[in-house]
């Protein structure tokens, strides 16, 4: 199991976030928990998650891996905080050897634009 903080971009400043990875075989099982989203996201929520080659630093140019077979959020608790459960095609293990990170992204009717990122160390 490997835990991971999630960074807000300057669109989603003063919101956390963490990630859970969880091995699943030759998959990994993603669990994300983020305490907001920009109030000019419709709801109900739905926000893609992407598996980058690199750092949130210095990102590829193209995902490594989309995580967006199933794109549903659930609102957690009361108030604005929102649950996601994905699984990447790839080994846990994969991944921490390598370096790649995690963003999470608006749908394109929101923008298509980054609010948070979390490097996979």
């Known amino acids: 199991m490997l835990n991971i903080n999630l ?3 300057q669109r989603n400043a003063g919101r956390i976030g963490r990630a859970t990875f969880a091995p699943r075989g030759d998959q ?3 669990s994300m928990l983020v305490s907001g989203v920009p109030p000019s996201v419709t709801r109900p929520v739905r926000l ?3 598996i980058y080659p690199g750092t949130c630093a210095e990102p590829g140019g193209a995902p490594a891996y ?4 199933t794109a549903t959020t659930f609102r957690n608790f009361d108030g604005d905080v929102w ?3 994905r699984n ?3 080994a846990l293990s994969k991944l921490k050897a390598g370096e790649y990170s995690l963003v999470l992204r608006t749908t394109p009717a929101n923008g298509g634009f980054d609010i948070f990122c979390g490097d996979i160390r």
Request: glycine share 0%; net charge neutral.
């Open 7 to 9: 960074e807000p971009t």
């Open 28 to 30: 990994t099982s993603v």
């Open 48 to 50: 893609l998650a992407f």
């Open 66 to 69: 989309e995580l967006n077979r």
């Open 83 to 85: 649950r996601l459960s």
């Open 88 to 90: 990447a095609p790839v």
